[in-house]
């Protein structure tokens, strides 16, 4: 799912971020950093889906995990900024990035707080979809602008 | 995105996992809740861009889905609420949110011309994992376990519910505390606050 989003709408733009992200052999920080949130939402949802399945409500590790995933979310928004900051425009328009940098850092703050009020396996459940919503902003992203490596 | 500033002291009080859900915003209602405002937060704040910056680009599609931005907001706030009348309310925003990407959904099939911008629901929500076909599916699931609760009398939460609506209660969470004052008062003939 998560995948085929891009591939679909495939045009020029699509083309050359293709080349520099996948073909280049210097993977560029701000890729391992998107790359990073990808792996680590979906483990973090995973992990978090196995705990409701086991019925298990939010625990400590959990916590921690939105914790970092948080801390990388930020960085993530800090590295845009500042592209941003250096004049660079996204081709996908900058209202809905900016739209999207207010967005990414209140994901996990909003599902930690909602995932901590249920005390059932519930909580966990929100925290998965958490983990998974932030990969597909990253992915999202890299649509908005390419110049975002994924 | 709701704020639900209300809602944690019920579900505090009663820990055991086992327990019945005490509202349509507690138990598997966190979750849906929780995927109802994401999507209440995408659909409006894209919409409001699209309108904003490229209208006579696609009229028609920035319009559902600013529809659909609503319908969702609605959604949202009726669950996280809860009350007999908001679950009213919330049943029939989720049937609008079925027919709306069913409807929308076979219209971008037929007519690719009058969607050159994809909306929320185009192509039956598949630029959004399918999710809003499936999500006003469980949404009125679990409305309607809500509906079915509310009328069986031996379910003592929601009958509480409603009788302390009746009672003129404030808040929701109020709601239940005060109809469990007064349930236990009824069955026992002695005030049981603790």
Redesign the interface.
């Known amino acids: 799912?998560v995948r085929d989003?891009p591939s679909r709408r495939a045009g020029p733009r699509f083309q050359t971020a293709l080349v520099t992200t996948f073909g280049s052999k210097m993977l560029s920080v701000n890729g391992a950093v998107s790359t990073t949130i990808i792996v680590a939402g979906l483990v973090l949802a995973g992990y978090a889906l196995l705990m409701t399945a086991f019925?298990r409500?939010m625990s400590v590790p959990l916590l921690a995990a939105l914790g970092v995933l948080e801390i990388l979310l930020c960085i993530e928004v800090g590295i845009v900024v500042a592209k941003l900051a250096d004049g660079g425009r996204p081709p996908g328009?900058l209202?809905?990035l900016i739209?999207y940098l207010i967005?990414i850092p209140?994901v996990p703050v909003?599902?930690g707080f909602?995932?901590l009020?249920?005390?059932?396996?519930?909580?966990s459940?929100?925290v998965a979809?958490a983990g998974l919503?932030a990969a597909i902003l990253m992915v999202r992203l890299h649509e908005i602008w390419p110049a975002i490596h994924v | 995105m709701s704020k639900p500033t209300a809602a944690p002291e019920p579900a505090a009080a009663h820990e055991s996992p086992a327990a019945q859900p005490e509202s349509t915003r507690t138990g598997p209602g966190r979750l849906l809740v929780a995927v109802y405002a994401l999507f209440a937060l995408s659909a409006t704040a894209r919409a409001a861009v699209q309108i904003g910056t490229k209208f006579g680009h696609a009229p028609v599609a920035y319009l559902l889905s600013a529809f659909a931005g609503v319908v969702y907001i609605i959604a949202t706030v009726t669950l996280t609420n809860g009350s007999p009348r908001a679950r009213r309310i919330a049943v029939v925003s989720c049937s609008v949110e079925l027919a709306g990407v069913l409807a929308v959904g076979t219209w971008s099939m037929a007519d690719r011309a009058m969607f050159p911008d994809a909306t929320v629901w185009s192509g039956y929500g598949s630029g959004y994992g399918f999710v809003p076909l499936v999500l006003p599916v469980f949404g009125l699931l679990w409305l309607r376990y809500w509906s079915k609760r509310a009328k069986s009398p031996r379910t003592i939460g929601t009958s509480a519910e409603d009788a302390g609506q009746t009672a003129g209660g404030v808040g929701h969470g109020e709601d239940i505390e005060t109809a469990q004052r007064t349930r236990d008062t009824a069955a026992d003939g002695k005030t049981q606050r603790t």
């Open positions: 799912m989003g019925n409500r328009g209202a809905t739209g967005a209140i909003f599902a909602w995932g009020v249920e005390r059932t396996r519930w909580g459940a929100v979809v919503v």
